[in-house]
């Protein structure tokens, strides 16, 4: 499966982003999901996780309640809304794909998109 991720941009403070993962070449439903982020000098942490079985999303603590992801089956993407946006969400944000994943396991992760930069600046 090809990953394409999007969306990015720059934002103020308290600001609102929607990522995108499109993908084509298999059905991303199959596949488990996660949104990871790199800021410079640090390493590739787990944002969000969705199952190919279904149920809620997982969320970072750093970003429960102001993060949200679902799927678009019919369009084949995954979304990462992101709301309330603060400075220490910049960085580089990748979506992933694999099957039978250890949820925010960079290394459990087959497909990666070529990731979208987040700078939230006033």
Not at 90 to 105: G, K, M
């Amino acid at each position: 499966v090809q990953l394409q991720a999007s969306g990015g941009g720059l934002v103020q403070p308290g600001g609102s982003l929607r990522l995108s993962c499109a993908a084509s070449g298999s059905t991303l439903n199959d596949y488990d999901i996660a949104w990871f982020r790199q800021a410079p000098g640090k390493e590739r942490e787990g944002v969000s996780y969705i199952s190919s079985s279904g149920g809620r999303p997982l969320f970072a603590d750093s970003v429960a309640g102001r993060f949200t992801a679902s799927r678009d089956n019919a369009r084949n993407t995954v979304y990462l809304q992101m709301n309330s946006l603060e400075p220490e969400d910049t960085a580089v944000y990748y979506c992933a794909a694999s099957i039978n994943v250890t949820p925010y396991y960079v290394h459990s992760y087959a497909y990666w998109g070529q990731g979208t930069q987040v700078t939230v600046s006033s």
